[in-house]
């Protein structure tokens, strides 16, 4: 069964993530006020965790947890921000890391950062 997530109010026609099975797939995720859904800039790090808090909200609607998560896709505007994305990063996540595709060079100069995943509930076991 297909079940889809959406937080707050979207402008954009997607849904913030679909579940199916223990299967949660999260749509790119980006420094927005999820009720709003407008963009809140600020510095890397600010921008980062905002969508990671997103994330981790949405991933709890679909009733999974962070942990859950087996694949991430990361999109950082500046190459001169990895450094601190690898730092924020393992914040968030621990090891053994999920499977990663990290891309630069690819988001509208409104955003920094932009995060999607897909999780497994039940994925740490």
Do not use: W
Request: proline content about 5%; charged content about 25%.
């Amino acid at each position: 069964m297909r079940n889809n997530i959406v937080l707050g109010d979207l402008k954009l026609p997607f849904s913030h993530a679909t579940r199916v099975g223990d299967l949660v797939f999260v749509s790119g995720q980006a420094s927005v006020d999820l009720a709003t859904g407008e963009i809140v800039a600020g510095t890397f790090a600010e921008e980062f965790e905002r969508s990671l808090d997103n994330l981790k909200a949405i991933l709890s609607a679909a009733g999974a947890g962070i942990e859950d998560i087996v694949k991430v896709g990361c999109y950082v505007r500046r190459d001169e921000d990895l450094p601190e994305f690898n730092m924020l990063y393992r914040k968030y996540f621990a090891e053994p890391f999920p499977a990663r595709t990290t891309i630069t060079n690819c988001l509208p100069p409104s955003l920094l950062f932009e995060i999607d995943c897909v999780a497994v509930i039940g994925g740490k076991e």
